[in-house]
């Protein structure tokens, strides 16, 4: 008797604390205080035991200092002078003519150099955790950025110009422009009515064949007189609607493989509730990835499958592969992997927000609706490239008053889902802490699995400027599996350099084969070694494919299925 009271009282002060750190993290946007102060503490205890360090900082200070009154003493509004610091290759918010001439040209070279200082004094400090370092270096650039002279009307020559040339217009539109967004801000997310499923976007010609408690399962009609008889399974991530792949017809990849003529199918995640708490990262295996590939396997009986997963589908896909490798299943022709990590132990950007103490937070703000918000979620990523999301639409919607500019994979990435409580919290601590997957301790069907069991061709694509998958953690996949990598770097981001379909003008790629049994080659000398190709990715991925082998034959009759696609899952809010 006393032990079970002691158990339900343990309980509830767990509950308790459960409850504080989620209220807590209602106006924290979703970071841990402890881990944050943590961070500043390592960094600034080390720092204060650094002598050396703080007299080059101090050297620095006095440097930069003394360049920009040597620019402020020589600028001229009629002869402004030699820049003394650009901006980096990705920040645009400087790259106006405009910012050249005086005095906004004196606004964004200080802003600079404070930039720059900031960025020394978080790095290579003797003793701290480079964990800390990158925290606090992303701190203090979210602080520095909300005093960045392109955020206010008098220092951000663009607004002074477009003020004097509207007469103040543009004020008037950015107050109509924030008064619509704070409208919207307090109803529930709505999808673009532009951009609707199964009209605009989503709308190659298929059907549902399958469906289960988590996935729809479409099958796309045959476009071409003849077919390759093995078909090609796509698993996309579930943090978003599935579509990604099929946005409007001249950006779908679903759509280009079927004009190859590929039998595509493609998994529509359902949005998880509150009721679906407890689903798991093998849940997801199960009913995702193992349930589409058996309903495949019975519709073309002795055929082999490619299986083409993107992100975090592209994880699940390789643990399914490792877990059918292991069980001897082997179905499995060839593994697509789009920008799609297997080891953690690099993951970019998003390791700020993973540690002990930000995924204990992280669980408790799951905790009391059984899942992650869309809103939670997206607020992580606009962190991330605030520049980009969040202050550079501030400029443009606010102080230019410009209208939101639109298109299909904005939609999209406006279509959130929401991921729930014990799968989540599965794949940040046994994936992006624990790295099990890389390790050899991933568990799948209560068994582990190891990459290396999977000997088979792999054509892996990591984007340049992917900050959710960085390439080079996504180009680790060779240094686990038995089989020949073909790799592609694409142009872009995680989402536009996968988005890359062929007649885009300007767009490059970089493509090589990692042999298997020959000495490993590390990210960078691949990088200086590989072939540069024009075009799009998709081509050599048309061609990578055509290379496995294969027949052409008369495509079968489509099945009546369940419905049209994109089915119903996909219209779920």
């Given amino acids: 008797m006393k032990a079970t009271e ?40 080390h720092l204060s035991a650094a002598p050396g360090k703080q007299i080059e900082l101090a050297q620095k200070v ?79 650039r979210q602080l520095l950025d909300i005093w960045s002279p392109s955020n206010f009307p008098a220092t951000n020559p663009e607004v002074v110009s477009e003020a004097w040339r509207s007469g103040g217009g543009n004020f008037a539109r950015g ?9 919207a801000s307090t109803a529930p997310p709505q999808r673009s009515a532009r951009f609707m499923p199964g009209r605009e976007v989503a709308v190659t010609p298929g059907r549902v064949v399958f469906r289960n408690r988590l996935i729809e399962l479409i099958r796309y009609a045959p476009a071409t007189g003849t077919v390759w008889d093995v078909p090609l399974l796509i698993v996309p991530a579930w943090i978003m609607k599935y579509y990604i792949l099929d946005l409007s017809p001249g950006n779908s990849l679903v759509l280009h493989l079927v004009a190859q003529g590929r039998t595509v199918y493609t998994i529509s995640w359902r949005n998880p509730t509150e009721d679906d708490r407890d689903l798991s990262m093998e849940d997801y295996r199960r009913l995702g990835a193992v349930a589409a590939l058996d309903t495949i396997a019975a519709a073309h009986p002795g055929a082999p499958i490619d299986m083409l997963g993107y992100c975090l589908g592209g994880t699940l896909a390789a643990i399914a592969a490792a877990a059918m490798a292991r069980d001897g299943d082997n179905r499995l022709r060839s593994l697509v992997l789009l920008a799609a990590q297997t080891d953690f132990s690099e993951p970019g950007e998003l390791a700020l927000f993973i540690g002990e103490s930000q995924i204990d937070f992280i669980e408790a703000m799951m905790w009391r ?61 046994g994936l992006f802490l624990g790295n099990d997957l890389a390790a050899g301790r991933y568990l799948a069907a209560g068994r582990p699995v190891a990459l290396s069991d999977i000997i088979l061709p792999i054509f892996a694509v990591g984007t340049e400027r992917d900050h959710v998958a960085p390439w080079r953690s996504v180009y680790k996949i ?75 034959v008369k495509p079968a009759p489509m099945p009546d299925g369940l419905c049209p696609a994109p089915g119903t899952y996909v219209h779920e809010a």
């Fill in 62 to 140: 006095q440097r930069k200092l003394a360049s920009f009154l040597a620019l402020a003493a020589f600028d001229r509004p009629w002869a402004p002078a030699p820049a003394i610091i650009e901006p980096l290759p990705a920040d645009m918010r400087f790259r106006d003519p405009a910012w050249r001439a005086w005095p906004f040209d004196l606004y964004y070279q200080g802003f600079l150099l404070v930039q720059q200082w900031l960025h020394v004094a978080s790095e290579g400090v003797p003793g701290a955790r480079r964990h800390s370092l990158e925290v606090v270096h992303f701190a203090l």
């Fill in 478 to 552: 060779a240094l686990f599996t038995g089989g020949d990598v073909t790799f592609a770097l694409a142009a872009g981001g995680h989402n536009l350099g996968i988005v890359d379909p062929p007649g885009t003008p300007g767009r490059l790629f970089r493509l090589g084969v990692l042999q298997a049994g020959q000495p490993y080659v590390d990210p960078d000398r691949w990088f200086s070694g590989a072939e540069i190709r024009s075009g799009s990715w998709w081509r050599a991925l048309d061609a990578w494919l055509a290379a496995l082998g294969g027949a052409r």
């Fill in 369 to 429: 609706k059984g899942y992650l918000d869309t809103r939670q979620m997206s607020g992580a990523f606009q962190i991330l490239r605030s520049n980009d999301l969040i202050w550079s639409r501030i400029v443009r919607r606010y102080l230019l008053g410009e209208a939101e500019v639109n298109s299909d994979l904005m939609a999209w990435n406006a279509d959130a889902t929401r991921m729930p409580y014990r799968m989540h919290a599965e794949y940040l601590r």
């Fill in 6 to 45: 002691e158990r339900e009282a343990g309980g509830s002060l767990e509950a308790l604390d459960r409850f504080v750190r989620a209220a807590a993290a209602s106006w924290s946007f979703g970071i841990s205080p402890a881990g944050l102060a943590l961070a500043f503490a390592d960094w600034a205890l």
């Fill in 175 to 183: 107050v109509a422009n924030l008064l619509a967004d704070l409208a």
